[in-house]
């Protein structure tokens, strides 16, 4: 993994486990099952397996990069360790569900979300429920490439403005 993205995995996983925690208990019942009503509709455990396929791209499009010799069974461990990784993220011990629970009653009102429930049983909803995993798939791959062809120039360019701040040589 590139030390860059290593640096903002460790930060955002240090941040996370550092984190004061509110409980989802304190959510009120009523609320808690409209979250997690919506969360099923919106598939979000599927999202978390996009999720896992995405950063396992990346992790093997790296390993290929530095180690073009990599045997494929290391791709099919990587794939297979980080999908389980990510079920557990959402289903097992240490899971993050009521985390969840927790931001969607942060950002949204009882009735936005009655109203958004409403929305995804039309056909539009149906539809953007359908297309939306492989509308964030696609994006995903998209900002990678992106992310790939401008690295370098970034990286170059934060660079710069370190030096001339005389915050780096």
């Not at 039309?122 to 992106?146: D, F, N």
């Amino acid at each position: 993994m590139h030390r860059g993205v290593r640096l903002i995995v460790v930060t955002a996983l240090l941040a996370l486990c550092t984190a004061p925690r509110a409980q989802a208990q304190d959510v009120e019942p009523q609320m808690r099952t409209l979250i997690e009503t919506f969360m099923d509709m919106t598939n979000t455990k599927a999202m978390s397996q996009q999720m896992a396929n995405v950063v396992a791209a990346q992790l093997l499009d790296q390993l290929k990069r530095t180690k073009p010799d990599t045997p494929e069974r290391a791709s099919v461990i990587v794939r297979e360790q980080l999908a389980t990784e990510f079920t557990r993220m959402l289903d097992g011990s240490g899971s993050i569900h009521d985390e969840l629970v927790l931001i969607y009653a942060k950002h949204f009102t009882r009735d936005e979300l009655t109203k958004l429930i409403d929305f995804y049983k039309t056909p539009l909803g149906r539809k953007a429920l359908t297309e939306m995993p492989a509308i964030s798939q696609e994006s995903a791959a998209a900002a990678v490439r992106w992310s790939q062809a401008n690295g370098g120039r970034i990286m170059g360019a934060i660079q710069d403005r370190l030096r001339a701040e005389g915050l780096a040589k």
